[in-house]
């Protein structure tokens, strides 16, 4: 028996016990295989959310779920474009304060256009008015950024 199993080099196949021998069934080793072969699921798309007819992130909408800041997300919106003459954009970010220990907010950030004095004038007056269209405990939850263009 020790002669029968040196004489087989290394390299040749070894019968498993399922094997038969006819060419048909020697394919069925890949079969076997292919079932366990790596398919990409596809991710399912998540649904976008908007406030104020503006895509807020999840990350973004998470925060103003959870602090109830929708409906005062949507006041500080409207009143970018009530305030300021030119409005190329908008958009929100969810930033953290870096020097406050828990302490985040949405930012929101206009890009405006128009003479220097007359932005800080328009940015005054949003100033004034959110205050009064937003309860107080809301306010440090939402900032307001103008990027002039």
Avoid at 76 to 94: D, S
Avoid at 100 to 122: C, F, M, P, W
Wanted: charged content about 20%; glycine content about 2%.
């Amino acid at each position: 028996m020790s002669q029968e199993i040196a004489s087989k080099p290394d390299s040749a196949p070894k019968p498993y016990p399922e094997a038969d021998s006819s060419p048909e069934q020697t394919s069925k080793v890949a079969e076997g295989l292919a079932t366990y072969a790596y398919t990409p699921l596809k991710k399912p798309i998540a649904p976008q959310h908007f406030i104020a007819g503006i895509v807020a992130s999840e990350e973004v909408w998470r925060f103003a779920v959870t602090n109830e800041l929708n409906t005062h997300l949507e006041t500080a919106v409207q009143m970018v474009p009530q305030t300021f003459q030119k409005v190329a954009e908008m958009r929100f970010t969810y930033d953290i304060d870096p020097e406050i220990e828990n302490e985040s907010y949405i930012t929101i950030h206009a890009r405006v256009q128009g003479a220097l004095d007359d932005l800080v004038k328009e940015h005054w007056t949003y100033a004034k008015a959110i205050v009064r269209a937003i309860p107080i405990n809301k306010l440090p939850l939402i900032s307001f950024s103008p990027e002039v263009i």
